[in-house]
């Protein structure tokens, strides 16, 4: 994917990871913070901004298990492949899960090496430190960098995290799994099509719907029909038990 770095968009990153539990300067983000997304998008944004790299690294080291890889993998290729891989590499071999093996598995590394931060200095002073330092974590990767520390002091614990991302919450009791989409998604928005639920959530309609139809007939959500046209709600006992997760 082409992209663009856009500098006005750096202070709403810094909001967005600030959201995830990251206590960097600013305010959280207001509205909904895709995961996945955010880590796509970092990839390219943290190369000229240091400390998102560095949330996001360590947003993967200590809440790799709220990762949904199965989506993650849905839009991979908009990510900056060697960096993502860089990433999750390095935060697997510091205790992370190796579960995100998988998306080791679809990210090669560069053919020509270049520096990771694209803000040395005009002199050249900073990308000739990189590449006479750089670390051989990054240098597997097509990579010259220094550095491989995370914010173990800058993060909220987890309890925090979950309590200001509700769809965290879901991930963590069942899994981050397409049943997790779905309820996040019906717990705000009632009465969908199951083919515009399957838009919004990131995967394919035939994954949707089989597990849609298991939640049915499991009585977790009921289809209601309008004329021709079927919709999805979920029903009052499920809401209320997802309005007392107790985060």
């Known amino acids: 994917m082409a992209w663009t770095y856009n500098p006005d968009l750096m202070n709403e990153y810094y909001d967005k990871w600030i959201k995830l539990g990251w206590a960097g300067v600013g305010k959280p983000y207001k509205g909904f913070v895709d995961p996945e997304r955010l880590l796509v998008e970092t990839t390219h944004l943290g190369r000229y901004e240091g400390r998102l790299f560095k949330a996001m690294l360590t947003w993967i080291r200590d809440f790799h298990?709220?990762?949904n890889v199965q989506r993650l993998?849905?839009?991979?290729?908009?990510?900056?492949?060697?960096?993502?891989?860089?990433?999750?590499?390095?935060?697997?071999?510091n205790r992370a899960g190796h579960r995100l093996q998988t998306v080791l598995n679809h990210c090669k590394p560069y053919g020509t090496l270049q520096v990771l931060f694209?803000?040395?200095?005009?002199?050249?002073?900073?990308?000739?430190n990189q590449k006479e330092f750089g670390k051989k974590e990054?240098?597997?990767?097509?990579?010259?960098?220094t550095m491989v520390e995370f914010y173990d002091d800058a993060m909220l614990d987890?309890?925090?995290?979950?309590k200001n991302n509700p769809l965290l919450a879901l991930r963590a009791l069942i899994g981050p799994n397409i049943r997790s989409?779905?309820?996040?998604?019906?717990?705000?928005?009632?009465r969908i099509h199951i083919r515009a639920l399957a838009q919004r959530i990131g995967y394919a309609y035939s994954a949707v719907y089989n597990e849609v139809m298991n939640m049915v007939s499991n009585g977790f959500l009921t289809i209601e029909s309008?004329?021709?046209?079927?919709?999805?709600?979920?029903?009052a006992k499920m809401i209320n038990f997802l309005a007392k997760i107790p985060v």
Not at 79 to 93: E, H, K, R, S, T
Not at 118 to 128: N, R
Not at 181 to 190: G, P, Q, S, V
């Open 118 to 128: 694209k803000t040395g200095d005009k002199f050249g002073v900073f990308d000739e």
């Open 181 to 190: 989409e779905i309820l996040f998604e019906l717990e705000y928005k009632t």
């Open 65 to 67: 298990d709220l990762i």
């Open 73 to 93: 993998l849905r839009f991979i290729e908009d990510a900056d492949l060697p960096v993502l891989g860089a990433a999750f590499d390095i935060a697997m071999q």
């Open 138 to 145: 990054y240098l597997k990767w097509g990579l010259y960098c």
């Open 226 to 235: 309008y004329g021709r046209v079927k919709v999805l709600t979920m029903n």
């Open 158 to 162: 987890r309890n925090a995290l979950l």
